[in-house]
């Protein structure tokens, strides 16, 4: 990562807005600098990137991340893309349909070049670990997520989709990508099992093995279960990375653990679960995986 250091630079803590040109596109993104907050110590990063139709606003606070970044001490920021869609937008994944079935505008910038110029413009105004700059997302943002694992393998330390884990085929990672992935096995939207819309067609356990193979993983997977979830664990990666799913057990399209969806919400994407807690675990896993 280049660029400036923002270390040594006070910010104030809690959300803000941020914005960014890239591209020639002025690109909106909310970042949460965690209360305590020094300048002085580099901290992690998590992009956290909303689902299809969505926004920034509206991760912040489907996923509750602020409260986890306030308590471990990261900096997340939530990036808004930049397709029109419904009240919200939808991000450019290179040669993938959007919702819609049909492909992305030929103009559509590049959110990959997008996401990537982002970590070093923050890294410029803030006090930034490279060797722990992460991403997640939520449904299209997991999507999204999955090629930043490929394409930006050298910035993205480890992934974490939630309700979206893809893999690109061919994959151009240049290193043993670790990823963690949560989806509910009643999920509607991007059903578990597969066979979906055009953007969604085999299965997440498939597209967990697949992350294995990219990983060279050796072993066969460890699964074990739990009150309201199964984990299934490839490890013997290579370079210490890890592949885990976790399977929620009638979960509809949510985030686990998130905060209350009001009854309009889990209407239409599903019920929600708290037999886990996703940031937690997640924030966890990625503390075990910085960037070799």
Known sequence: MSGTSGCRHHRVAGSAPYNLTVSGRRRLVIVHVPAGYTGTAKVALVLNLHGSESTARAQEKFSGMDATADADGFIVAYPQALIP?????????????????????????????????????????????????????????????????????????????????????????????PVIAFHGTADPIDPFTGHGEPYWTYSVPTAARHWASQDRCTARPRVTSARGYRLTAYASCTDGAVVELYAIAGEGHEWPGGPAMPAGITSLLGPQSDALNANALMWAFFQAHPLR
Not at 108 to 117: E, Q
Not at 147 to 166: E, H, M, N
Not at 167 to 175: D, F, G
């Open 85 to 177: 869609d419904g009240a919200g937008y939808d991000w450019n994944i290179p040669g993938q349909p959007l919702i819609s079935g049909s492909l992305p505008p030929a103009s559509a910038p590049s959110d990959v070049t997008f996401l990537t110029r982002l970590v070093t413009a923050l890294a410029g105004r803030f006090c930034i670990d490279p060797r722990r700059v992460y991403a997640t997302g939520m449904s299209g943002g997991a999507r999204m997520a999955s090629q930043l694992g490929c394409d930006a393998s050298g910035t993205f330390a480890a992934i974490a989709p939630v309700a979206g884990l893809r893999i690109a085929s061919p994959c151009p990672a240049s290193r043993a990508v």
